[in-house]
């Protein structure tokens, strides 16, 4: 049923889940579980590298006290999700905040003693380990969703696919192309035009590298999805990588009430404009989100009608040539359910330079 699920699936005690409308299935035992997707998920704004995630802007799906950082070496932070540390597969992502070149990849993560441990290293300009503000997200899913393709992802080491997951049941593929190039294969029944949103996060836990997505062709039968991965310099690099679509679901891969994505397909415009075909710029709360160029390489971003506490946001460039993109500081978040404005999404080139570039971003609350 999934592609390269290695790893047996333990649940401690029953789970339950607060946000989202599709429920998790439960296991009382140490036993095998089949949920459908998502199994667990939590993320959170780390500011600081040392004590509590920022407090309006992390979530477990389940009940849960606030998640922690520990500053470990330069630049790494471990991140704490003390209660959906109960499964051994799943994927990370990970996006820097702030207002200058810089990255951050996950290094590892795992489960130990009912917390999900993750560990983060961020980079800034010629791979200079230095810690900066971060987004993460962990989540990991088992079963099967009815209807079309809505959520899949993968985990590969860079030689060969750890772990993968898919809504249909059918299996991701992964062909390595050349040096720092790989090709997804994520089958299941797709609209006919461009839709979903895709989010891709280096991993490795000694070298500082870059990975976005390179290229994406669709048909009815599924998503084709290119991974181009660099090191500091943006030279094509080896290295480990995490990829997730959603297609009307959250990067989570649950269904909350209000969250949204978008891909900007026209960097060079000045907007405000929609992205098109509206399958590119989903908004559960029904309002039309969109793109406005606020200089060379930095876009405003508007997501009207899904303002909630707690939420995320996450960014990944979109591009054939090295692109990093990042948040220059915490969106806003308007009560009513208001609009959240992301101000900015900005790229650079490896160099520095804030250069023009697509990106997906991904919200969730």
């Known amino acids: 049923m999934l592609g390269s699920r290695r790893l047996p699936r333990r649940l401690a005690a029953t789970l339950s889940l607060a946000v989202v409308s599709c429920g998790l299935a439960l296991a009382s035992t140490a036993g095998t579980a089949q949920a459908a997707t998502p199994d667990a998920w939590g993320y959170a704004l780390v500011l600081n590298p040392s004590g509590p995630v920022a407090a309006s802007h992390w979530k477990e799906s389940v009940a849960s006290p606030t998640p922690t950082a520990t500053p470990g070496v330069v630049g790494q932070v471990a991140v704490k999700f003390p209660k959906i540390g109960f499964f051994k597969q799943g994927i990370v992502h990970v996006t820097a905040v702030i207002d200058e070149l810089a990255w951050c990849q996950a290094q590892r993560w795992y489960p130990t003693g009912g917390k999900e441990v993750v560990v983060v290293r961020c980079y800034t300009k010629g791979g200079v380990p230095t810690f900066v503000p971060f987004t993460v997200l962990f989540t990991t899913s088992s079963g099967k969703l009815a209807n079309a393709l809505q959520y899949a992802y993968v985990h590969d080491s860079g030689s060969a696919v750890v772990s993968s997951y ?177 101000r900015d999404v900005v790229c650079y080139n490896p160099s520095g330079t804030m250069t023009p570039s697509k990106w997906f971003l991904s919200y969730t609350s």
């Open 166 to 342: 898919n809504s249909t049941g059918l299996t991701n593929t992964v062909a390595n192309l050349s040096t720092g190039v790989w090709r997804v294969k994520v089958p299941g029944p797709s609209p006919a035009t461009h839709a979903g949103g895709i989010q891709v996060t280096a991993v490795n836990r000694t070298t500082p590298a870059i990975c976005d997505v390179g290229g994406q062709t669709w048909t009815t039968s599924g998503q084709t999805i290119v991974v181009r991965c660099y090191g500091s310099s943006g030279k094509p690099m080896k290295t480990g990588w995490n990829l997730s679509y959603q297609r009307a679901r959250a990067i989570t891969g649950a269904k909350p009430k209000l969250f949204a994505y978008a891909l900007n397909t026209k960097p060079l415009v000045a907007g405000p404009y929609a992205p098109a075909p509206p399958g590119i710029r989903f908004n559960s709360g029904g309002g039309v989100n969109n793109i406005e160029r606020s200089g060379g390489g930095e876009w405003l971003v508007r997501l009207p009608h899904v303002g909630i506490l707690p939420n995320s946001v996450f960014v990944t460039a979109a591009y054939s040539t090295p692109r990093v993109c990042n948040l220059n500081t915490t969106w806003a978040t308007a009560a009513g359910p208001g609009t959240v404005t992301v």
